[in-house]
């Protein structure tokens, strides 16, 4: 199987998760899902030589180029905009489609854009006509332009209404009519009983409620409507409701304590309302705290299996294409190869890779996953995940391969990461954790079926992988949470994998005779 005939099986499999998501955005006949699923049937039909052997290899390299285009062009523009291009991911949405299709994703940006906080940029990614009114009653709301948000038509049906009616609430709570919020809470309860109790009414309606409640004072209420937060709502808002019903209730304290942990965790965008409330209260502006750490280890790791395998090119190069997998691969009971079962190739295959496909792919999912675990642990114990899952990955190829079987590639390593932020979910079980637990469940299923159907892809590699980072996952967890002991780990991980590369090192510099045998007898 060739890397191109790879490639778009990959394609085909990632376009089946991305066109169901396609679908929940717009129905089957409109632009946004057809060119995903169209592009997914292309890369299938492609993938398969034997059933289209008159399809010359050129066509097959030209849909591997544009196929990606409609199957990871969406996942890349939501990407973008949670990393705030939305510029960037404007004109990429453009470039991509170009009626209807071009409008609903400017518009799911602009959901992202508001999910972080950000109205003017939600008015840069599509302008007040094409803008329906829902989107715009939650830009205006961020703003606190009441007026606007009160003039605007909020549709009468659909779960996502509630989101209108419950700025709707908000206007009227901060033009101080609390008779009239009153009046459009019930009906918004009335409303949400009759229509099935969608999930995004009920978290609408039970804000709006902790807000009524926050404005009349009843703080007791508030901390009830609040003590079990609604899915999705970001920290600051909670802090404003609750700051908002001890600042009604007299609690002056207690509420600057609050208005500052929301001006600290909010978006710059809304900082100023809550610095204008701890001017009043005479408080200075508290620290801002870092949303995010920085994935010091994840890009690390990154860079390293790039710099590895731009040696590896030169090895291949100079001594033949099984150079460095000779050298550093795990090549356990593999006939003919000096020291096949050294201890080191447990982790230095996971630095060798079987082409430019392998080795972007798993820098690729490094970086997704890795950041992700990164925010949740210190980069000690995403380099231990690592080096766990790595050595796991090969040990279950030894127990489920007894004749010997060549490995490399860092996927096991990768999945050993994935593992242990599986295990940090499982325990936490938050709101946010139980949506990450479901995409990891669903994208460990599709590598276990991608790795049965793919040929000389190491299942039981995956496996040790996911075992190995649960293991650790779980083991951190009851270890003590401190920053010494990430460090150390993280040392201790650095060390075994600086030993791993120097021992390969010191075996490609002892058997350059084998290796020139390679060259003769490839």
């Not at 830009?139 to 606190?144: P, V």
């Not at 060798?352 to 080795?359: A, S, T």
């Not at 950041?371 to 995940?385: F, K, N």
């Not at 058997?511 to 003769?520: K, P, S, V």
Request: net charge positive.
């Amino acid at each position: 199987m060739s890397e191109t005939e790879l490639w778009l099986i990959i394609l085909a499999f990632s376009g089946f998760f991305v066109s169901r998501w396609m679908l929940r955005l717009a129905p089957l006949n409109s632009e946004l899902p057809l060119k995903t699923i169209l592009a997914s049937l292309v890369a299938a039909s492609l993938a398969i030589p034997s059933f289209f052997t008159q399809i010359s290899p050129t066509a097959s390299l030209i849909a591997a180029i544009i196929c990606p285009l409609f199957i990871l062009g969406p996942v890349l523009l939501s990407s973008l905009a949670r990393a705030k291009r939305y510029k960037l991911a404007k004109s990429l949405s453009q470039f991509l489609y170009w009626s209807d299709g071009n409008l609903r994703m400017r518009r799911l940006l602009a959901q992202v854009a508001l999910q972080q906080g950000n109205p003017s940029a939600v008015m840069e990614l599509i302008s007040t006509e094409e803008a329906d009114h829902l989107l715009l009653a939650q830009a205006f709301a961020l703003e606190h332009k009441w007026d606007k948000v009160l003039a605007l038509k909020i549709p009468a049906e659909g779960d996502n209404a509630f989101l209108g009616l419950a700025a709707r609430i908000q206007a009227y709570l901060g033009l101080g009519r609390l008779e009239l919020a009153d009046e459009e809470l019930k009906d918004m309860r009335e409303r949400w009983e009759q229509s099935g109790k969608g999930p995004i009414g009920y978290r609408s309606l039970q804000l709006s409620e902790a807000r009524l409640a926050a404005e009349k004072g009843q703080l007791d209420r508030v901390k009830g409507y609040l003590q079990n937060p609604p899915e999705g709502v970001p920290a600051y808002s909670l802090f404003e409701i609750a700051a908002r019903g001890a600042e009604q209730s007299g609690q002056i304290e207690q509420a600057s304590r609050l208005y500052a942990q929301a001006y600290a965790t909010a978006p710059e965008s809304s900082r100023e309302t809550y610095a204008e409330k701890l001017r009043n209260f005479n408080q200075p502006l508290p620290q801002i705290i870092q949303h995010q750490r920085q994935a010091f280890g994840t890009y690390g790791l990154s860079i390293a299996l790039v710099l590895a395998y731009l040696l590896q090119l030169w090895l291949e190069r100079s001594y033949g294409p099984a150079a460095a997998n000779v050298t550093a691969g795990f090549l356990d009971r593999v006939a003919g190869v000096p020291d096949s079962t050294g201890l080191w190739r447990y982790l230095s295959y996971a630095f060798v890779h079987g082409g430019i496909l392998h080795i972007g792919m798993n820098v690729w999912v490094l970086l997704d996953i890795g950041r992700l675990y990164e925010m949740r642990r210190h980069w000690g114990s995403l380099l231990l995940a690592f080096v766990f899952g790595s050595i796991m990955g090969a040990y279950f190829s030894v127990l489920a391969t007894p004749g010997g079987i060549p490995l490399v590639g860092a996927s096991g390593g990768i999945l050993g990461i994935a593992g242990a932020l599986l295990a940090d979910v499982f325990r936490r079980q938050t709101p946010q954790d139980r949506v990450l637990l479901r995409s990891l469940l669903q994208w460990m299923v599709f590598i276990v079926i991608f790795s049965v159907a793919i040929p000389n892809v190491s299942l039981w590699g995956h496996v040790g992988g996911v075992i190995g980072g649960l293991l650790w996952g779980f083991m951190r967890q009851g270890l003590p949470k401190t920053a010494k002991l990430d460090l150390a780990m993280g040392g201790l991980s650095i060390g075994m994998m600086l030993y791993a590369i120097y021992a390969a090192a010191t075996w490609f510099a002892n058997h350059q005779a084998f290796l020139h045998m390679l060259i003769q007898n490839p």
